[in-house]
């Protein structure tokens, strides 16, 4: 056991390796019984050695060397030139004119501010990192499972090919089989008929022969010859076999025809990652960070969709991944960062879902209008949740208590909000206080629901133009019409609606190609006008960026608009 370190040992000296430290040496860091304080002292006469006792080590600054004074020591600094200065260098007017401050006096600043950035490394660069280095191991991950399903649908349609040439070799066999049989009982007709003639004719020649050799003169007159007949030979069969032409398959038309993969990518965002803070989210209770709304909002992300006539929604599955829907029964998810696809449902009754959502722990939800049903995606799996009856659903909210479903009835007439717990209704909001309908009945509208941080429920319905508001009880809080001058002086035409953490409510004015951005309390604050092209549906990921689906260009657009 080494008896200098030993946490069983008390310390000893570093030079005698015997004797209990009493005093330590400041300068070079070394412990010391008081026998060997002078041996150390006269050791290295060049430095400037501050002996201490040994319960005080480290009490006594340790000045730097001066880079032009290798002897002297500085306890002086030169904000000018941001470097620590000697006597000597004073003495020499090397930094005359310059503002010089007592070292200690600068140490105090300097310690604040690696403090400061210690503790942001430790608070959040550390904690970034670390998540940024667990979502690509993650994504890691998900590539294998995706690759492998990729690999899995090649070698599936592999399969339904040779199903169908199978299909379609046996057929053309059985077309083969067909015409032959066709054919030979045609042959076989004519032979017959050629058979009998050939009988005919021998008996005849026959007759013929026995009349021409016989005495009998009656008989040779009895003779009928049917020569005139045989002379009009049978019609001869002409047969013209088919033929198999086989078309001569080329590598690139195969691959036209069997299908082919689409161009993967692999590009670098700088806006993608962003500095994870300590802050918890509002729903663990504490107050969301304070953000302020850019001058000018930015798009940082295209995504193509894909669709080939419009797209009308799109919902955050997490900040990397994001499902669409549009006039088309299936429903897309695309990675925000790469814009490829990563899967596809089509929805049950092949009928174009009204509006999508995603659930609190990451399932695909969509209304299905025709049907009237409320639909869950589990494990690529779909369930029917709801099954309305004389209602039809517009859109649905996913919330941590339920989902939220705007519905219209089958004439028309009536339009409301029905909140959920699984398939059980628990609250239905129709009417204000007067009795008036709070929503516009009609069919052919667009209505997006959302619900604010606050439990507000926020209804854009674009037959009334109006943001319709109401808190948690079903109360009217406000009705927002719009504000002037609109980016294109249009009419106020709500369509997506979202929220995001600071309460803000965001909704898209198809008419103006802008996004609105009003406050809890119905306050306009700012457009969103980003060259934004026939704004649909929006949302927003963890970190408030906002996600706009485009209708006619079918494009999902990723803008910054908050600092």
Not at 17 to 24: A, G, N, R, W
Not at 179 to 194: A, G, I, P, S
Request: with cysteine; glycine share 4%.
């Amino acid at each position: 056991m080494d008896h200098r370190t030993s946490a069983q040992d008390v310390m000893r000296c570093d030079l005698c390796e015997t004797t209990v430290v009493q005093i330590h040496c400041d300068t070079c860091l070394v412990n010391l019984c008081t026998a060997c304080v002078g041996k150390h002292m006269i050791s290295d006469e060049s430095n400037d050695h501050k002996v201490v006792k040994f319960q005080a080590r480290k009490s006594t600054p340790l000045y730097p060397r001066c880079t032009s004074h290798n002897k002297e020591r500085c306890e002086m600094y030169c904000k000018q030139c941001d470097i620590p200065v000697c006597i000597s260098c004073v003495a020499l007017n090397q930094h005359l004119g310059h503002e010089l401050s007592k070292i200690m006096h600068v140490v105090g600043e300097k310690k604040d501010i690696i403090i400061k950035e210690r503790n942001e490394l430790n608070d959040t660069i550390y904690p970034t990192y670390q998540d940024i280095a667990s979502g690509v191991q993650n994504r890691m991950t998900q590539l294998e499972k995706e690759y492998g399903d990729l690999s899995t649908a090649v070698t599936k349609h592999g399969e339904d090919w040779h199903r169908e040439i199978d299909k379609l070799v046996k057929k053309l066999k059985a077309e083969i089989e067909e015409m032959k049989n066709k054919h030979l009982q045609t042959l076989q007709k004519h032979l017959n008929e050629v058979n009998k003639n050939i009988s005919d004719i021998k008996e005849e020649i026959s007759s013929v022969e026995i009349a021409i050799n016989t005495n009998d003169l009656s008989k040779l007159f009895s003779v009928m010859s049917n020569v005139h007949i045989y002379r009009n030979l049978p019609h001869k069969i002409m047969l013209s076999l088919p033929k198999f032409i086989p078309r001569k398959i080329q590598g690139e038309e195969l691959n036209k025809l069997f299908g082919a993969l689409s161009l993967s990518s692999l590009t670098s965002d700088k806006h993608c990652y962003s500095m994870k803070t300590t802050q918890k989210s509002p729903e663990a209770g504490s107050s969301p960070q304070v953000k302020q709304l850019r001058d000018e909002s930015e798009i940082v992300t295209t995504i193509k969709t894909g669709y080939g006539i419009y797209l009308f929604n799109e919902a955050c599955l997490s900040d990397e991944d994001i499902w669409t829907s549009g006039k088309d029964s299936t429903m897309k998810l695309y990675s925000i960062n790469q814009g490829s696809l990563l899967k596809s449902i089509t929805t049950k009754s092949g009928e174009w879902p009204s509006n999508i959502a995603v659930t609190k722990s990451g399932d695909l939800v969509y209304t299905d209008y025709v049907e009237r049903t409320v639909n869950i995606v589990k494990n690529e799996k779909i369930e029917e949740v709801i099954r309305l009856q004389n209602w039809k659903p517009k859109d649905v909210c996913s919330t941590s208590s339920g989902d939220l479903v705007i519905m219209n009835n089958d004439e028309s007439n009536q339009s409301k909000v029905v909140c959920y717990t699984g398939s059980s209704e628990k609250q239905t909001i129709q009417f204000d206080d007067k009795g008036n309908p709070l929503y516009s009945p009609s069919s052919l509208c667009f209505r997006y629901i959302t619900e604010n941080r606050n439990l507000d429920i926020c209804v854009s319905d674009d037959t009334a133009r109006a943001v319709v508001v109401v808190n948690q009880a079903g109360k009217l809080s406000f009705r927002y019409t719009g504000h002037t001058p609109a980016p294109k002086n249009e009419p106020f035409n709500p369509r997506g609606i979202t929220t995001d953490s600071q309460n803000h409510i965001l909704t898209a004015d198809y008419n103006n190609d802008c996004v609105h951005i009003i406050d809890q309390d119905g306050q306009f604050l700012r457009y969103i006008d980003c060259k934004l092209s026939d704004p649909m549906g929006l949302c927003t990921d963890t970190y408030d960026n906002l996600f706009v689906a485009q209708r006619n260009n079918r494009q999902v657009k990723k803008v910054k608009y908050l600092q």
